[in-house]
């Protein structure tokens, strides 16, 4: 699994093996974890810059972790719903 995978697993252990389910059968979900990361990643940077902009990408980046975070919620949530089926007749 790629670098992205395994971040949001670390984010949310308790979730990691409904993370590896979907993260294999899903290239969607793999590209949210990689951007997540990446937005994680840029955001830290900034954090250790000290150029004048550094406080507006601080927030700029935390807006966009804290949005990717909820989308990733939101899959793992109904990644984790088990269809009903009804029997058949």
């Not at 004048?52 to 980046?61: K, L, N, S, T, V």
């Amino acid at each position: 699994m790629g670098n992205g995978v395994g971040f949001v697993k670390r984010c949310f252990t308790r979730r990691a093996n409904v993370i590896e389910e979907l993260a294999l059968r899903s290239e969607g979900f793999r590209d949210l974890c990689d951007d997540f990361a990446s937005a994680n990643d840029e955001k830290l940077q900034w954090e250790r810059s000290s150029a004048p902009e550094h406080d507006e990408r601080i927030a700029e980046y935390q807006e966009l972790v804290d949005s990717l975070r909820i989308e990733i919620e939101q899959a793992l949530d109904r990644a984790a719903v088990v269809p009903f089926i009804r029997p058949r007749r």
